[in-house]
């Protein structure tokens, strides 16, 4: 029944042009689950990290390629690391951050939200199950 319901609301969801930064081809990563359910959720997306793979048909690049009109970035790198991420997440000019456990960073929120992002606290595993991507 639970499959059943993710199946419906998903074809029903509005597809979000998403970019996944710290992608990982290791399927025991949540960025690689993430980017497993994005695809199968039908959500165009590309994958960006520190190593090349591919996760679901999907390639992760390494060289920080510019996308033109991002919804969503899902954050997958701890505030420990961001630093080298914050100009080119900025430059995706995305409509949203979202910031999945672990990534919590207070002044990066800030930072976006006064370039008019919208920042989220939440899990992308989640939003996705739930049908509120």
Known sequence: MSQLFNTEFSTNMTRKYTVVIGASP???RYSHRAIEMLSKAGHPLEAVGIRNGEVSGVEIKKNKPNFK???TVTLY???R?????IDYIKSLKPQRVIFNPGTE???LENE???LGIQT???CTLVL???GSY
Not at 81 to 85: A, E, I, L, M
């Open 112 to 114: 976006l939200e006064e």
């Open 26 to 28: 290791n399927p025991q």
């Open 105 to 107: 960073n207070l002044n």
């Open 69 to 71: 009109d991002v919804d």
């Open 128 to 130: 996705l199950s739930a």
């Open 120 to 122: 989220e606290r939440a």
């Open 77 to 79: 790198v701890g505030p």
């Open 81 to 85: 690391n961001q630093d080298s991420w």
